[in-house]
Nanobody, 119 residues
Framework: QVQLVESGGGLVQPGGSLRLSCAASEHIATLNIMGWYRQAPGKQRELVAAITNGGSTNYADSVNGRFTMSRDNAKNTLYLQMNSLKPEDTAVYYC?????????????WGQGTQVTVAS
């Protein structure tokens, strides 16, 4: 069982920046995919950005050019640098990961961290 712990959320004004961190309890190089997802009130959870263990990245159109995801394998930590934040970025942000073993995919989720963009 992989434990994922997010941190770094908070209240920020429009145009501001935040950096989220996701600390994993195991070596993240063993995870096939890691990513950030978000869920706003009354909406479904959506992908923000994801990275494969090969280093391929994918960003949602709504954040492309404003958010940057990175990882530190030595610290087993995934980051999301969020710049030029907008009120519509307000949501609970979740760190997610999956590992495939013997053809079975095992998903893991963090508890989420609240990001509020408001003046």
């Amino acid at each position: 069982q992989v434990q994922l712990v997010e941190s770094g959320g908070g209240l920020v004004q429009p145009g501001g920046s935040l950096r989220l961190s996701c600390a994993a309890s195991e070596h993240i190089a063993t995870l096939n995919i890691m990513g950030w997802y978000r869920q706003a009130p009354g909406k479904q959870r959506e992908l923000v950005a994801a990275i494969t263990n090969g280093g391929s990245t994918n960003y949602a159109d709504s954040v492309n050019g404003r958010f940057t995801m990175s990882r530190d394998n030595a610290k087993n930590t995934l980051y999301l640098q969020m710049n030029s934040l907008k009120p519509e970025d307000t949501a609970v942000y979740y760190c997610g990961a999956s590992r495939t073993y013997l053809g079975v995919q095992y998903p893991y989720w963090g508890q989420g961290t609240q990001v509020t963009v408001a003046s």
